[in-house]
């Protein structure tokens, strides 16, 4: 297993991308932040949280669940519990920040951005990923990135994050899954 984001690079990589959403919006007008439960939900807080602390912008944050919009995982035989995505905030005419932490395939951004035009319809929707590692099998491309990893089809990038029970925050390559 090689370590590709320790707990304190992955911190400097949510200030920077943060930074990023700032200036390519020309501040936080209008600006939402929602993540891809799980691992995205949680960088999306982070980033709502940095924008809060440092500036005491309150910017809208919330997770959504893409079992229902994903091509790949629905079918006949298995059929994901259905969660009936609510945010709490509008997202009409607003530009929709979507945090994810790996883009691979690019499958599940789509599932994603279907997941949030059933919720209304945003002036614009920017893609954000802590890991970019190629592999795309749709014509999908991140508009913020903390690194570019690019990976063979038999590793893994696994994503550690204490809100969801590691112990320390940390992302790393391996030849199987561990989270």
């Given at each position: 297993m090689k370590t590709i984001m320790d707990s304190a690079s992955l911190h400097r990589t949510v200030i920077r991308l943060s930074h990023e959403i700032e200036e390519r919006n020309e501040g936080l007008e209008h600006v939402v932040l929602i993540g891809v439960k799980r691992g995205g939900e949680v960088i999306a807080r982070r980033i709502s949280e940095y924008f809060f602390k440092s500036q005491g912008a309150k910017v809208p944050c919330g997770g959504i669940d893409i079992g229902m919009t994903r091509d790949d995982l629905v079918s006949e035989y298995f059929v994901p519990d259905a969660?009936?995505?609510?945010?709490g905030f509008d997202i009409t005419d607003k530009k929709v920040v979507l945090c994810d932490d790996i883009l691979h395939t690019g499958r599940s951004a789509v599932a994603a951005i279907e997941a949030i035009f059933q919720l209304g319809r945003p002036r614009r929707i920017q893609l954000l990923v802590l890991i970019?590692?190629?592999?795309?099998?749709?014509?999908v491309r991140a508009d913020y990135v903390g690194r570019n990893v690019p990976t063979s089809r038999t590793e893994y990038?696994?994503?550690f994050l204490k809100e969801l029970g590691a112990e320390e925050d940390s992302l790393s390559i391996s030849k199987e899954k561990l989270c």
């Open positions: 969660v009936k995505n609510q945010l970019d590692r190629g592999g795309r099998e749709v014509p990038v696994n994503v």
